[in-house]
Structures are given as C-alpha cells and as structure tokens.
C-alpha cells in the first residue's frame, strides 16, 4: 500500500513540474513561438475619444517578449502615424508605453519634441523600448501605448500627465525658442557665415562631449569604507530664480551617494519644482553630467529649503571622484510658468562642455549636416 | 428566633439536651481504636489496593507511539529518485534564461557571505538604471537589458535621481528627435 501511494506521489509531482514550466506558453496557444523563450507581443493603443490626435496607422514589427529570470523581458518596437485632429499646431507629445504599471523597468515613455505639425497634417512616432513584464501580472505579454500629452503652440497642454511630460515639454520648448531666437540673431548680426560657424562649433562640441557610464543605485550604497564628505561648488547664474547656498554628498571610491542642498528662493512667486544638474569631476581630470537632481517641494518667496533626494550613484570603477559642481537647470513656479538659463547663462566652459545642447538645437545640427546652412536658414524662417 | 424558641419550649429544649448528649457520647467512642485491630496489616492492605489500582490504569491507558527515524536502502532509493525527478523536471521544463539568472542569484549570494556580515553587499534588490554612451540599459538579476533606437546610438542620455532615465536620438534624414525614458522606480 504504502509503495503505491509512494509512486502516485512521483507522478503526480512530474505532472505538476511539467505544468509549472509550460503555463506562460500554454495559456495562450495564439501566439507562436519564434525562437525557443520568444513569443509575439500583444498589444494596445489606447487614446481618449476627445485626443487631440488620432491614430492613422501602426507597425508593430520586431516586437517580442522573451522570458528572462521570473519576467518576460519585452523589446517594443513600434512605428505609429499620428494625425493632427486639433485646431492648433503641435510642438510635442508624449506616449506612455506600460508593460506592468508597479513594475520597476515596466513603464517607458516615448517623446518627440520640437514638432511644428499643423491642424489635420500627420506626422510620425517611432520608438524602440525593452520593458519588463512579471510573468505572473497576465497571461500572456502585453504592452500598451496611450497618451501622456500634446503640448501646443500657445504652450497650452492636453493630457493626463501621469509622467509630469507638460512639465518636460514645456522645458524643451522653451529652450527651443530660446535657441531659435537666438540663431536668428547671430544670422542677422553675422550672416550666413556666423551661423555657419556656430553650427560647426556645435557639431565639435557635440563630438567631444564626454559621456560617462553612471548607474542609479537604489537604496544604500555597496561600498561605505572610507566614506567623506564632499562639498558642491555651484555655478551662479545671476538670472536665475533659486539659488544654491551649499551642498554636500558622501563619497566612497567610485560612489556618491545621500547629496544635501541648500537652496533659496529670491524670486517675488512660490516656487514648486526645481531641477539641479550634477557634474563631476575625477582625479584624472574628467568632466561629465552624473545626473539631474529633481525636486518637487512648495518654496515661498524669499525662503530657504533642504533638498535631499535620496539617491546613490555608481560610477566607472576607475573614476576616482574628486569635485562636484551644481546648477540650476529649470525652475516651476505655482502659476505653472517655468524658468530656464539663457544662452549666456549656458555660455559657461564647463557648460558647454558637459551638458547636451537643447533638442531643437540638435535638430537644426542635423539638418546643417545632411541640408547645409541654406536648409538652416529656411527651418528659421518657418517660426 | 430558634433560640428564641428553645428558650421559651420546654420540649424542644429536652430534645437539643438529648442531641448533645449524643453528639458528645460518639466523640468519645470515634476516638477510641477498635479492639483487635492489626494496624499494620490494615497499612499493608491500603497499600496493595493503591498498586492494584495504578496497574489497572495503565492497562486502559492510550498506547503511545514512540517516533522512529525511517533509515535503511528503501529510504535512500526515495530520496535519490525524488532527486532525479525533481533535476529531470528542472532540465526538461526551466528556460535556460532562467537557470542563468537563478545561478547568477546563487552565485551572488555566495559572494555576499551574508551569514559572514557581508549583507552590504548584497542590495540590488531590483532593477537598476544605467546610462552610457550605448544608450540606456537596465539591469536585472546581473542580466542587462538595453535600449535603442535602431542601430543609431544615442546623442545623449540623462540619468534622472528619482530613478528614470532618457536617451536622445536624432532620425538622420529627418532630423526629428524621439526621446526615449524608461523608469525603473
């Protein structure tokens, strides 16, 4: 008796391995496999009745999901055709793409910024994301794409702005007219050839521009031997709303982490976002942008506020961490207006070495390389 | 009030006189022994009653079963065919992706030595988000998943504290530039 039951055990322990290994595949016997751990992607598109645009087309090709650990790991690949359905011309939009909402690594966004696309014209979004997708949170992978948010002409926003991307757009247009402007008036002042030479003094930038590998440490840090404080130099620019009183983070090796600014409000309005870039320098000499120092927080005029984000960074494992400068990259007042250095502000050395140009200056950089300074100037004009 | 009664009836003061009389007469005759008692064989008979009486006892008491550790070949070839199934269930039906990261996982322990105070070591609890000049990648498990947009690389890349980051890229012919985030918190 007790030999039988021993061996309806081992087979009904078989059986439950074998289910335990083909469920993810078994539950949906739609989707064929393309190579073994790799199946199609389900997915969606979901956009409000009263959007602003609407979809015209869609390609999905090369998307698929592939087991890895405990979550399908998900290359999107997605090509939409977005149609103006507005009365305004679009400057920017943004698209959620979500695998798995509470999922660390299962949300991804999609932006295009610096669009001038008129009421009824259709303009195109191409993205290509890896999400993760716990294989438990469904039965089969599946993606979604909505609509986070359009930013128009007039600066005015539609969205629901789970992402904080009217905040984004707004900075990105911003900057775009700040840069324009002041194309414009080099190629008044200088002509073609000032412009010229502006837009092969960007494109070396560009080149040289040093970018480093930094990794975002969650929680504490690894390595807490021989922790030192280190103190922020700042970078002032007189124009700005906030500025920075003092700052310091904890260094161990090739880690910073727990950073403490100080900052003040001497601006007349109530400050509710602020943005700080953060760059180091190692002992070797090596300048690079480790990362943007966001902060939500309600500061009144006239007042002083702590940041402290909690955040641990990683860098190369040869660099040796040796100075760390801060500067204020965008400001968010209360009424929802937002504040951005000028260009002279930006005209700084370690600036222009460091940190990326505006996407609109790119934009016309790559138009210079492949049109010439002619198409430059006629991308000017439209605006 | 009964004594109150008693008081005042002559009768009933006769009867509870009688009643005491009684009362006194077997205390006198309770603490005298019997004549002819054999105390020690009274002790004897006592003792052997109490005996008989745990023996009965333990006779109708509950058997208990004492635990006994299976050894021996039959348990062994038990445990060795468990060992094979459960290695041939692992083989036929785990991804290998998954075997890797699960080695990875082990292995990672074993270099942690958390039962040695090495825990500090052993945090990255989930994915993290690293930017380079490749482009965005996020890292799981010590596997790494990066991003792209197409073959281009990237024109820059942003690491963002709150844990987010974003990759700019630039479409050759047209100049239009997509910016690609991923949030890995």
């Known amino acids: ?383 | 009030m009964v004594r109150l009664h008693v008081a005042a009836c002559e009768g009933c003061r006769n009867w509870v006189a009688a009643f005491s009389s009684d009362r006194d007469a077997l205390r006198q005759l309770a603490a005298v022994m019997p004549a002819g008692v054999n105390w020690d064989r009274l002790a004897a008979e006592m003792s052997a009653n109490v005996r008989v009486g745990l023996e009965a006892g333990e006779c109708v008491a509950p058997r208990v079963h004492k635990p006994v550790l299976a050894t021996g070949w039959r348990v062994a070839a038990a445990v060795a065919g468990v060992t094979a199934l459960l290695v041939s269930a692992w083989w036929l039906n785990m991804p290998r992706a998954e075997s890797v990261a699960l080695g990875r996982v082990v292995r990672k322990i074993a270099q942690a030595r958390p039962w040695q105070g090495g825990i500090r070591a052993f945090d990255d609890s989930g994915p993290l988000v690293q930017v380079s000049a490749a482009g965005i990648q996020l890292q799981q498990n010590g596997g790494t998943l990066g991003m792209s947009q197409g073959q281009e690389p990237p024109v820059s890349v942003t690491l963002n504290v709150q844990g987010s980051a974003r990759a700019r890229y630039i479409d050759a012919d047209t100049g239009q530039i997509t910016i690609t985030g991923v949030y890995a918190q």
């Not at chain 1, 439950?16 to 064929?32: I, K």
């Not at chain 1, 009217?166 to 247009?173: A, G, I, L, Q």
């Not at chain 1, 002032?236 to 910073?256: H, K, L, S, T, W």
Request: hydrophobic residues 40%; aromatic residues 8%.
């Open chain 1, 1 to 383: 008796m007790r030999n039988r039951v021993f061996v309806l055990m081992l087979g009904a322990s078989g059986w439950a391995f074998g289910q335990f290994g083909q469920q993810p595949f078994g539950a949906q016997p739609n989707f064929p496999q393309q190579n073994p751990g790799q199946q199609s992607l389900a997915h969606k598109i979901d956009f409000p009745h009263d959007a602003p645009v609407t979809l015209a087309g869609d390609e999905w090709g090369g998307s698929a999901a592939t087991v890895r650990g405990g979550a399908y790991a998900i290359d999107v690949r997605v090509a939409l055709s977005l149609r103006n359905a507005s009365q305004r011309r679009i400057r920017g939009i943004t698209l959620t793409v979500l695998a798995q909402e509470s999922t660390p690594g299962g949300k991804g966004s999609i932006s295009v910024p610096s669009l001038d696309v008129a009421p009824g014209e259709t303009f195109s979004v191409r993205g290509d994301l890896h999400l993760l997708r716990p294989i438990g949170a469904g039965a089969s992978p599946m993606v979604e794409v909505s609509l986070d948010g359009v930013l128009f002409d007039d600066l005015n926003f539609y969205g629901p702005d789970k992402l904080h991307s009217r905040r984004t757009m707004m900075v990105w247009e911003l900057e775009a007219r700040r840069d324009r402007q002041f194309f414009k008036a080099l190629l008044d002042q200088s002509g073609r050839e000032g412009l010229q030479k502006e837009m092969l003094a960007s494109l070396a930038r560009d080149g040289d521009r040093p970018q480093f590998g930094v990794q975002m440490v969650r929680g504490r840090a690894t390595n807490t031997e021989g922790e030192r404080d280190l103190q922020f130099a700042f970078l002032r620019f007189p124009d700005a709303p906030v500025e920075p009183m003092g700052g310091i983070a904890r260094i161990a090796g090739n880690e910073a982490r727990a950073p403490k600014l100080v900052v003040h409000n001497r601006s007349p309005r109530v400050i509710r976002y602020l943005e700080m870039g953060w760059i180091v320098r190692d002992s070797q000499g090596r300048e690079f942008l480790a990362a943007s120092l966001p902060s939500e927080m309600r500061l009144p005029p006239r007042s002083s506020s702590q940041i402290l984000p909690d955040a641990a960074l990683r860098f190369d494992p040869r660099t040796s961490v040796e100075s760390m400068t801060g500067f204020v990259a965008s400001v968010e007042f209360s009424d929802g207006s937002i504040w951005i250095p000028n260009r002279v502000e930006l005209d700084d050395p370690v600036l222009r070495r460091v940190v990326a140009p505006s996407p609109e200056e790119q934009r016309l950089v790559q138009i210079y390389r492949k049109r010439g300074i002619g198409a430059v100037i006629d991308e000017l004009k439209k605006f």
